[in-house]
Each structure stands twice: as C-alpha cells, then as structure tokens.
C-alpha cells in the first residue's frame, strides 16, 4: 500500500485574521528622541483604518517534518512574514526550524500584532525591532526533559532586518546570531511564572535611521558597525485554582539594553558628514492585564526608554546629545465575546518625543479569527 497521504491529510489548517481600528492622536511621526529606529516606520493611521490581515497556512509534511507561512495583506500588497519548516522527530528535545521565521528572543518578540494585549507596540519594542525581529537561517532549540521547564536556543540569519540592514545581510555567512534560554514552572496550583535572557548579534551597513537635528527637523543617517542587544523577561501569571476561565491576572516585564559603535553618516544626500558613532542605551516596559469576568479584562502599560550614553563625534553639532527618557501610560479594556473575536478600546498618554506630548491618544480596535488558532504563548 502506497505511503503517499490521502487528499484529506493534506488539507492544511487555514486561518484567517481581520484587524480594523480607529485611532485618535496627533497628526505626523512620533519616533522616540535620540534613538536609531528602523527608517520604514511611518506614522500610524488616524481615523479609520484597516489592519494587517493575516492568512495562516500550516501542516505537517510527513512524519519528520511541519511547515507554515504567514502571509500578511495591507493595502494591496502581500508579504511573506513566514515561511518555515520544522523537525517533528529528533530525539533528546531538539528542534529544528529554518526558512523565514519569527526570532524566539524575548517574551513579546514571537507575538503577531492580533495576540498582543494592548492595540499598539510598546515602546521597547518598537524601537529595538519595529514589530517583531524576523530572521532568514536556522533555529535550533532543545527542551530539558526536567519538570521545570528548561528552554534554550540559537539562531544564525541573513541580518537584513532592523538592528541589522540589507547591506549587512548581503553577505557570504551570517549576519546575525542570537541565543537564549527561558526557564519556568508552577507556584502552587495557582500561579506560574517564565523568565528568560537573550543576546542578539547584528552587523548592519548602510542602515537606514532618522533624528531630530539640531534645528528640530528630521534628518537622514546611515550607520554602520555592531550591534548588541540583551533583553531579559519575566512573566507571572495566577489563576484561581489554576483555571483562567472566570478571572486570571498577568503581570509581563522586559528590559533590554543597546550597545552600537561604528560610523554614522549624517544627512547622506545633503551635508553627507560621516564620524564614529557609540550608542548606550536600554528601557523597559511592565503590564498587568486583569480579567476581572468572563470574557472582559482591563490593563495597564508603563514603557520607559534610557540614553545612557550618545556619542556621534563630529556629528555632535548636528545632532545634539540628550538625556531625555521616553515614557508613554497606556490604558485598556477589551470584550471577547469567544476566543474568535475581540473589541478593545485603549487611552494612552504618549510622551516619547522631547518637546511634542500626546496626552489624549484614543484607540478603538477589533478582532476576528476565522479558522483554527494556533498554540497559545505562556
């Protein structure tokens, strides 16, 4: 009889995700002061607005193997966020995984916008990835077979995407590593906890950044050099009796800290000044999410961002060192009639850029899924 699989088997599960918001906050970009970010972030929509629709295709192979790719939909355009395949039968917890695929660093990192628990991105992450740190390469993972869990990780990608650069992706090799290890278990029989540490490794060039310059108006730069970025998270999580269902509170924390040295090239189509460049910078963010009821939750975010050190040589008279902290308040409640669906509505008090507060950001957001879910993030 032949092994080849019926037609049934090789159905894949489908999964649909629409996102639509309206959103009212000040018009123009709002880039957190003093810090490099990733050039491709616009200004966030006001009004009403459609979200990334997300369609989901994933199965397994054969017995070895299971694949998946995200394809994002926005404004006519589709993008391949993922596209990966991975092991399903090495022995001693190893896990294999390469093609394009989300980063496991961090806590939040491996989240897509429509499992985040608030409407937007903190601060943190924004600055340090945009949305979330993708790689191009090979996962490799090992779970200990202990009853605490124990999970550690490593990555080598192309680099392409922010801290790294197109540039510094083009490249025999790789242009970005990271490691990581997360360890977790039960307190009791009604909380559990995860915490975790991860370095990542990049070596953009040519990479794309805008700063407020001296005279306030947005500049363009390209910088060039290493960059190292630690991140450490912990999670606790408590449920009565272990069971979430009526009420269950989550309290979420990350810190990272960001060190870059190189060059720096100020205004590349204009007075092209180019100098060494050494950044030292860090943040961190905390949230609680209560759910008070069934199916209602309220939650509270508090994201801070630290120049610890800047450094930009002769650009020093163009682009003025500061010590100001970007911090930002957000505040939220959500409705989810069934694990399908969602209506959030979220205030926030945004003061992530020296000179220019948002005191009366109002989002307004929904979530529908269409298909099966995939496994839910501790």
Same mark, same amino acid.
């Given at each position: ?20 918001? +309206? ?7 709002? %880039?957190?002061?003093?810090?490099? =970010?990733? *050039? ?42 993922? *596209?990966?395949?991975?092991? #399903? ?7 294999? &995984? ?14 897509? @916008? ?26 490799? &993972? ?35 590593? $990271? ?19 991860? /370095? ?20 363009? #730069?390209?910088?060039?050099? &290493? ?24 309290? =979420? ?23 060494? +460049? %050494? ?5 961190? +963010?905390? =949230?609680?999410? /209560? ?9 509270? %975010? /508090? ?20 010590? /100001? ?11 989810? @009639? ?10 926030? %008090? ?25 496994? $839910?993030?501790?």
């Amino acid at each position: 009889q032949s092994d080849r699989p019926t037609a049934s088997a090789a159905n894949p599960e489908l999964s649909l995700i629409l996102m639509g918001s +309206y959103a009212q906050h000040k018009p123009g970009e709002r %880039r957190p002061t003093g810090f490099l =970010q990733d *050039a491709e972030i616009g200004a966030p929509a006001r009004g009403f607005s459609l979200g990334d629709t997300e369609l989901i295709l994933a199965a397994n192979i054969d017995p070895a193997f299971r694949g998946q790719a995200t394809l994002v939909l926005a404004d006519g355009a589709v993008e391949v966020e993922e *596209a990966w395949f991975q092991t #399903t039968s090495l022995d001693n917890g190893l896990t294999l &995984k390469g093609g394009r695929f989300i980063s496991g660093i961090g806590y939040q990192n491996e989240q897509h @916008p429509h499992a985040w628990d608030f409407a937007d991105n903190n601060l943190m992450y924004q600055t340090l990835f945009g949305e979330h740190l993708g790689q191009e390469g090979l996962q490799l &993972k090992w779970l200990a077979p202990t009853d605490t869990f124990v999970e550690l990780g490593m990555e080598i990608g192309r680099g392409s995407a922010f801290p790294g650069s197109e540039g510094g992706g083009d490249k025999n090799g790789a242009g970005a590593w $990271a490691l990581y290890g997360h360890v977790g278990g039960d307190v009791g029989e009604s909380s559990a906890w995860r915490a975790g540490l991860s /370095y990542l490794n990049a070596r953009p060039k040519d990479r794309e950044s805008i700063l407020a310059d001296s005279g306030g108006a947005d500049a363009d #730069t390209l910088f060039s050099g &290493k960059s190292k970025t630690w991140i450490a998270d912990l999670i606790w999580k408590w449920a009565p009796d272990g069971n979430p269902k009526a009420r269950n509170f989550k309290f =979420q924390t990350e810190y990272f800290q960001r060190d870059e040295n190189g060059e720096l090239t100020y205004d590349p189509s204009g007075i092209n000044t180019s100098d060494a +460049y %050494r950044g030292e910078q860090s943040g961190w +963010y905390a =949230q609680g999410i /209560y759910q008070f009821m069934p199916h209602w939750r309220v939650g509270l %975010r /508090y994201d801070r961002l630290n120049n610890d050190r800047l450094d930009y040589g002769a650009n020093n008279a163009n682009l003025p060192q500061t010590d /100001y902290h970007p911090s930002k308040w957000s505040l939220m409640t959500d409705y989810a @009639p069934s694990e399908f669906s969602l209506f959030r509505l979220q205030l926030a %008090r945004d003061h992530s850029t020296l000179g220019n507060p948002d005191n009366s950001q109002i989002s307004v957001l929904y979530i529908y899924s269409l298909g099966p879910l995939g496994a $839910a993030q501790f």
